[in-house]
């Protein structure tokens, strides 16, 4: 059974037209992370939320925004998506920020025409 | 320098053989290291985690660390066409939430 489920799989998006991508998790961890990942390069953090507290990554853009409603969601809105934001957009999870492995889900393939 | 380093391949290795993927870590006071393996398309998906100096085995796959140079490894026997995939090094940095950062990964063809 999936334990951390991301919505749509896949996203076409208009450029400029906000769009909110999902993530939904039944490990109830505490650590909930968001990635962007393009092709061939390295998944790179937007933020993560620990609990309620949310950390945003120095060099993520403001374009770029997250809502944690409760423990098992986390979504991420893109507010004017360019066609440098067409990546996929992966949401994990972990128990703690200590020493735990982050369990991923299988991702948000965005498509901005 | 990257925080987190790996040779992107891609790496060929016939079927039955050893493939062995290299990490070097920036971050001196790392206390946690994984890999994961990533088929084309689809997300990350954990193979092993290792805190401690020395070698951890899992089945087919064997994962090496040495903090004093900075360097974790993996190693796959027996390597099946299967195991064709990008392998991603990724380390827990040490200090504030300890985020976890991802080198760009080693892509791996097994060939049969």
Redesign the interface.
Known sequence: DAMVIQNPRYQVTQFGKPVTLSCSQTLNHNVM?W?QQKS??????LF?Y?DKDF?N?ADTPDNFQSRRPNTSFCFLDIRSPGLGDAA?Y?CATSRD???????????T?LTVV | QKE?EQN?GPLSVPEGAIASLNCTYSDRGS??F?W?RQYS??????IM?I?SNGDKEDGRFTAQLNKASQYVSLLIRDSQPSDSATY?C?V?SSGG?????????TKLQVIP
Do not use: C, D
Request: hydrophobic fraction near 35%.
């Open positions: 992370y990635y061939s390069q390295a998944p790179k953090l993560h620990y950390n990554e996929m992966l920020t200590g020493v735990t492995e982050a369990f991923f889900g299988q991702g393939r | 987190v992107s206390q946690s994984f994961y398309g689809k997300s990350p998906e954990l985690f805190y991603l990724a827990r939430y300890q985020k976890v950062t991802f080198g760009i990964g």
